[in-house]
């Protein structure tokens, strides 16, 4: 992300393009912006290897709020937009931040969070309404405040616009969702070059995905998550183009990518499934013949989604399994996939052992926990227990817990986080198998499947779900899907009862929230093991 040279070459061509607005921000704009901001945080005494946080949306000010840490070797934190007051506080605590930049509609919420966490010195504010905030010195509290508020476009635009004269490169910190318990902060060590220069890790990942020069890049999905900040980052440093969606509706994608003719994209499977239940005249509207390349990862994708998705836009999908810790990394294309439907792909980044309970390796086509020799050193910041959890007894090895098998080609098959693993009768019965069976149902919009109590059995099989517009919400409908269930797994595996929801507790990265669904089932137990 340091497109000092693109600046000169191509000065208009646009950076990036805000969808929902059509605000663009050239490259001789966005080199200035990404200036200003690291004179500022330098001014403020923040010196490589500090930390700085970001909360907001994605807006016209993110991807430079994030590029000028890059420029002025800092670590930023891109939390989730969603957070509550107690989250943020924790993260920004957690994560030793020293400034947070945020927006005016997150502004309530961060000022609750910063009344927790006295490291903080300045907060800036992107989109704030005219006399909203005191325009008085950065590194003086407002009266009542313990820390400085100021407008964002304010705070910058007295900093000079060419780079600051020591450079370095740095990087995010980001932090787990939290699914399982506290978030987890990511933290690897920076590389002690210029900002401008080319990791293994770049160089891999550019060219894994086919990234070109002149590159138009569709970002459907939150910037604060890890692999659309790492696509839109590659992009720029490619001098391409990135149109950033401020959220994803998915007639709406389909549009922007005939308007602005994009080549590459990355989506999470759920956002395939809602295009696919676009009426068949809305899908063929749109000229999506600019296309070449299309990543999804998040999450494993039910096979008949794959399917369809290819089968409407040609062999040109890309699917990867790779974590923020970068344990490792697997890939295939479309072919590779439709030879191995299911499949995440084979290994190409770190060296993966499948292993059972007792850390011997699994046969192929038995599942065990992935764990991987990783190739870049990793912990979780001011979290040593949970660090050391992740390791195997020797410390070779490390894994974020995920379940899955090799096939005898070597290709890899996720089944499930183990977290989420219900051991019903002493069986081991992995949900992903049964969430992607219901989610290709006609009638279903999203679903999610846990282990419940059940006193002969530990648990059973339980699934929540949230329907089509205009489905019925009732008995009837929780039937068909059990049958629908039953005519394709095996019993043990089909739920036993279905509820209904209003709206999935999906974070906008794709990932279910599973947690407070499954919680209210447990109620009273002091276990979650029966």
């Known amino acids: 992300?340091?497109?000092?040279?693109?600046?000169?070459?191509?000065?208009?061509?646009?950076?990036?393009?805000?969808?929902?607005?059509?605000?663009?921000?050239?490259?001789?704009?966005?080199?200035?912006?990404?200036?200003?901001?690291?004179?500022?945080?330098?001014?403020?005494?923040?010196?490589?290897?500090?930390?700085?946080?970001?909360?907001?949306?994605?807006?016209?000010?993110?991807?430079?709020?994030?590029?000028?840490?890059?420029?002025?070797?800092?670590?930023?934190?891109?939390?989730?937009?969603?957070?509550?007051?107690?989250?943020?506080?924790y993260i920004l605590e957690n994560s030793e931040s020293q400034i947070l930049i945020t927006s005016a509609s997150r502004l309530a919420v961060a000022r609750q969070a910063l009344a927790e966490v006295p490291r903080i010195r300045l907060c800036l504010v992107v989109d704030a309404p005219a006399g909203l905030l005191n325009n008085g010195p950065l590194d003086q509290p407002d009266a009542g405040e313990s820390i400085a508020v100021r407008d964002f476009v304010q705070?910058?635009?007295?900093?000079?616009?060419?780079?600051?004269?020591?450079?370095?490169?740095?990087?995010?910190?980001?932090?787990?969702?939290?699914?399982?318990?506290?978030?987890?902060?990511?933290?690897?060590?920076?590389?002690?070059?210029?900002?401008?220069?080319?990791?293994?890790?770049?160089?891999?990942?550019?060219?894994?995905?086919?990234?070109?020069?002149?590159?138009?890049?569709?970002?459907?999905?939150?910037?604060?998550?890890?692999?659309?900040?790492?696509?839109?980052?590659?992009?720029?440093?490619?001098?391409?183009?990135?149109?950033?969606?401020?959220?994803?509706?998915?007639?709406?994608?389909?549009?922007?990518?005939?308007?602005?003719?994009?080549?590459?994209?990355?989506?999470?499977?759920?956002?395939?499934?809602?295009?696919?239940?676009?009426?068949?005249?809305?899908?063929?509207?749109?000229?999506?013949?600019?296309?070449?390349?299309?990543?999804?990862?998040?999450?494993?994708?039910?096979v008949p989604v794959k399917e369809q998705m290819i089968a409407w836009w040609g062999p040109i999908i890309r699917e990867y399994y790779g974590a923020t810790e970068g344990?490792?990394?697997?890939?295939?294309?479309?072919?590779?996939?439709?030879?191995?439907?299911?499949?995440?792909?084979?290994?190409?980044?770190?060296?993966?052992?499948?292993?059972?309970?007792?850390?011997?390796?699994?046969p192929p086509g038995v599942s065990g926990t992935l764990w991987f020799e990783p190739p870049t050193e990793f912990e979780y910041f001011n979290d040593t227990a949970r660090t050391q959890e992740s390791r195997s007894p020797d410390g070779r090895l490390a894994t974020v817990g995920d379940v899955g098998y090799l096939n005898e080609a070597g290709y890899l098959f996720l089944t499930d986080r183990a977290t989420f693993m219900i051991i019903s009768g002493g069986v081991n019965i992995y949900p992903q198998e049964c969430e992607n069976l219901l989610i290709t149902h006609p009638r279903v919009a999203d679903a999610a499947v846990f282990g419940i109590p059940n006193e002969d059995l530990g648990e059973e099989v339980k699934a929540v779900v949230q329907v089509m517009p205009g489905v019925a919400q009732d008995d009837a409908v929780a039937e068909e899907l059990m049958a629908f269930c039953r005519s394709h797994l095996a019993t043990l595996k089909c739920p036993r009862s279905i509820d209904f929801i209003d709206e999935m507790p999906r974070l906008p990265t794709g990932k279910l929230y599973k947690k407070p669904l499954r919680e209210k089932y447990w109620t009273g137990h002091s276990s979650r093991i029966v």
């Open 1 to 89: 992300m340091y497109p000092g040279s693109y600046a000169l070459k191509h000065p208009d061509r646009p950076a990036f393009i805000m969808a929902h607005t059509g605000e663009t921000v050239t490259y001789r704009e966005y080199e200035a912006r990404c200036n200003r901001l690291a004179h500022l945080l330098r001014s403020l005494g923040l010196q490589r290897g500090d930390h700085y946080a970001i909360f907001m949306e994605n807006n016209a000010r993110f991807i430079e709020s994030c590029a000028a840490g890059v420029r002025a070797g800092l670590y930023y934190t891109a939390a989730n937009s969603y957070l509550t007051a107690g989250e943020l506080a």
């Open 155 to 302: 705070a910058t635009q007295g900093f000079a616009d060419t780079p600051i004269p020591d450079e370095s490169m740095g990087g995010p910190m980001l932090y787990s969702s939290g699914t399982t318990g506290r978030p987890k902060g990511v933290f690897k060590p920076l590389p002690d070059i210029a900002p401008g220069e080319i990791t293994p890790g770049i160089r891999f990942s550019d060219g894994l995905w086919g990234f070109r020069d002149d590159m138009v890049y569709l970002s459907p999905a939150p910037l604060y998550h890890s692999a659309p900040n790492s696509s839109v980052s590659l992009t720029i440093r490619r001098g391409g183009t990135v149109i950033v969606m401020e959220k994803f509706d998915p007639e709406r994608y389909l549009a922007l990518v005939e308007q602005h003719r994009v080549t590459h994209s990355q989506l999470v499977p759920t956002m395939f499934s809602r295009m696919l239940k676009l009426p068949p005249e809305t899908r063929s509207r749109y000229d999506l013949s600019s296309l070449e390349v299309i990543i999804h990862a998040a999450a494993p994708c039910p």
């Open 327 to 362: 344990l490792g990394f697997a890939a295939c294309n479309s072919q590779e996939w439709l030879a191995h439907k299911g499949t995440v792909g084979k290994v190409v980044w770190g060296t993966l052992h499948v292993l059972d309970e007792a850390m011997q390796p699994c």
